[in-house]
C-alpha cells in the first residue's frame, strides 16, 4: 500500500510561481517513476510530467514543457512539480500518482493517487 499527499497548491497570478510537493509512504516508493496529472472542472485527468525512478529520465506535456520542472528527492520520499510561468489554463486540481505500467501519459499507466491540491491562476 502506498500513501500520496499532495501540497502547495493554492492562488497565485498569471505569470508567477508555485511549487507542488507530494510526499509518499509506504512501499518503497523510490523504486517507481512518479508523474503528476491536472484535471480542471469538467476535463478529463491530463499528463502534466513524469519522473523516472532514479530522476534521470524527466517527460513533459507540450503545455508545459519550458515552465514546469518535476524533481524528485528520494532520502525525503518526495516528489516536487515547479511551475513558473503560471498560465489561465493552468489551473486545476493537481494529482502525484506512482507509475504502475511501462507507459507514462494516460493514468491507467499508473496506480496510486493522492488526493490532489488546487491550483488557482488569477489574470
Known amino acids: 500500500q502506498v500513501q500520496l499527499v499532495e501540497s502547495g497548491g493554492g492562488l497565485v497570478q498569471a505569470g508567477g510561481s508555485l511549487r507542488l510537493s507530494c510526499a509518499a509512504s509506504?512501499?518503497?516508493?523510490?523504486?517507481?517513476?512518479m508523474g503528476w496529472f491536472r484535471q480542471a472542472p469538467g476535463k478529463e485527468r491530463d499528463f502534466v510530467a513524469t519522473?523516472?525512478?532514479?530522476?534521470?529520465?524527466?517527460l513533459y506535456a507540450d503545455a508545459v514543457k519550458g515552465r514546469f520542472t518535476i524533481s524528485r528527492d528520494t532520502a525525503k520520499h518526495t516528489v516536487y512539480l515547479q511551475m513558473n510561468s503560471l498560465k489561465p489554463e493552468d489551473p486545476a486540481v493537481y494529482y502525484c500518482?506512482?507509475?504502475?505500467?511501462?507507459?507514462?501519459?494516460?493514468?491507467?499507466?499508473?496506480?496510486?493517487w493522492g488526493q490532489g491540491t488546487p491550483v488557482t491562476v488569477s489574470s
Open positions: 500518482a506512482t507509475q504502475g505500467s511501462g507507459g507514462y501519459s494516460t493514468p491507467d499507466d499508473y496506480d496510486y
Open positions: 509506504g512501499r518503497t516508493v523510490s523504486s517507481y517513476g
Open positions: 519522473i523516472t525512478w532514479s530522476g534521470f529520465r524527466r
